[in-house]
């Protein structure tokens, strides 16, 4: 196994600290300009939201996907897959600008890929056949990768361990907001002028986002910590990542947790809207109860980490997903309870996805601060891949309760047996923090 064992209690984040193999603190190296940059509520903020974006994307034009196939004279499942295009481009998006960040800095790769959001926004506003327009949401995704990427490899630039998972769940909580109000936007803007309106409300926040990233955003990657180098050196750094079997298995975890948590955001409008007989406003009422689930879970998280090794966090909730996502495949197999009873089993299982994803992301890239970009983008790429290839499949299922909740178990349980063969999660404690230092 390559890559440094690591402590995933706290590390300080003192200046001129980077943290070593058993979790020890050593001047210099990857974290030397910490102490320069202790992002405020702003600036955590403005985090969020270049997270979020892909997020944004997808949730304001949720809604809208049963029009835009009646619009398009096409089917469900090629709705869908317009869905999948932008996560299958945030995925090969996100291995390109992790590199380019490592080697330019944080700041021009986002402000390039964000610009490139808003082309692609007004291009997809005016997209005339399904084709097209999935085409141009694979390169909608591709460019707001770039917003992702950044965001969490400033994080990474900076803290490690128990600080970096609750800042990372600070940036969950502001992600889990969007399904709050971004659908009920979406179904509005929708409502009023139609699905094209709402890539162009895409490009406005686009604009906005991009002047705040340019006012505000500081450099976190100074020049004298840069890779230099081209395709070689990217190669090697993603080979490096791709060695450690520990490394991979923490990457993989978010992802699968997406994968339950698309599931259902791509399959609920027809389990929802069209087996239930949900209008578009009680549909996005829903939505916005699991978001609120999705933020709750972001804030325990946050105020769990210091307590709770990040590790065990990320034991328990992966057993109790599993364990709840089997009651919901009941619920929708034989109906029983009804949706008052399948409502009450999704919003639990989809509250456990941040306790999952902000933690194995965290200890992922703990490993591997001095390539916090290239392993951002392949935790991201991870999660986007996979969460790109489960999108269509409640649809080629099916496309009702059934085939939803059968998605959402299987990568529940697959996430489990990463987590059990991948990661020393359930290794005795002895055997485990001599991987990964005092975790549990």
């Given amino acids: 196994m390559s890559g440094p064992a690591f402590d995933d209690t706290s590390a300080p984040a003192g200046a001129g600290t980077v943290a070593r193999p058993g979790g020890s603190v050593q001047p210099g190296g990857a974290a030397s300009e910490v102490g320069r940059y202790r992002p405020d509520a702003r600036h955590i903020l403005l985090l969020g939201f270049m997270a979020a974006l892909p997020a944004f994307?997808?949730?304001?034009?949720?809604?809208?996907?049963?029009?835009v196939a009646r619009d398009l004279h096409t089917s469900a499942t090629a709705a869908?897959?317009?869905?999948?295009?932008?996560?299958?481009?945030?995925?090969?998006?996100?291995?390109?600008?992790?590199?380019?960040?490592?080697?330019?800095g944080r700041r021009r790769p986002v402000l390039v890929g964000v610009a490139l959001h808003v082309v692609m926004s007004v291009l997809c506003a005016v997209a005339p056949w399904i084709g097209l327009l999935v085409g141009l949401r694979a390169g909608q995704g591709f460019f707001n990768a770039s917003a992702t990427v950044v965001a969490t490899a400033v994080i990474r630039d900076r803290f490690v361990g128990a600080d970096a998972a609750k800042l990372m769940s600070r940036l969950m909580l502001v992600i889990g907001v969007s399904p709050l109000f971004a659908p009920s936007i979406g179904g509005l803007i929708a409502g009023v002028w139609g699905w094209r309106a709402v890539f162009w409300a895409l490009a406005l926040f686009g604009i906005a986002l991009w002047v705040v990233v340019l006012r505000t955003l500081p450099e976190t990657l100074p020049e004298q910590r840069r890779r230099v180098g081209g395709l070689r050196v990217a190669g090697a750094g993603y080979l490096a990542l791709l060695r450690d079997r520990h490394f991979v298995g923490l990457a993989l975890l978010p992802g699968?947790?997406?994968a339950v948590l698309m599931s259902y955001v791509v399959g609920s409008p027809f389990v929802l809207r069209d087996g239930y007989g949900l209008s578009e406003n009680q549909f996005a009422l829903i939505f916005a109860v699991n978001g609120i689930g999705l933020v709750a879970s972001a804030q325990v998280n946050a105020a769990l980490v210091h307590r709770i090794a990040p590790l065990r966090i990320v034991r328990t909730a992966q057993v109790l997903m599993v364990g709840l996502s089997a009651v919901l495949v009941v619920l929708g197999v034989t109906g029983a309870g009804g949706l008052p009873a399948l409502l009450v089993a999704l919003f639990c299982t989809v509250s456990m996805v941040n306790l999952i994803g902000a933690n194995a992301n965290a200890l992922a890239l703990t490993r591997h601060g001095e390539v916090a970009g290239t392993a951002a983008a392949v935790s991201g790429f991870l999660q986007a891949l996979i969460g790109g290839a489960v999108t269509p499949l409640s649809g080629l299922l099916g496309g009702d309760a059934r085939a939803m909740t059968g998605v959402m178990v299987t990568a529940a349980v697959l996430g489990l047996v990463v987590l059990a063969t991948a990661t020393p999660a359930f290794r005795r404690t002895r055997e485990r923090d001599a991987v990964l230092g005092p975790v549990a």
């Fill in 256 to 258: 699968l947790s997406f």
């Fill in 57 to 67: 994307s997808t949730d304001m034009y949720l809604p809208s996907l049963p029009d």
């Fill in 80 to 104: 869908q897959l317009t869905m999948t295009a932008m996560m299958i481009g945030g995925a090969v998006g996100q291995l390109v600008i992790g590199p380019v960040s490592d080697r330019f």
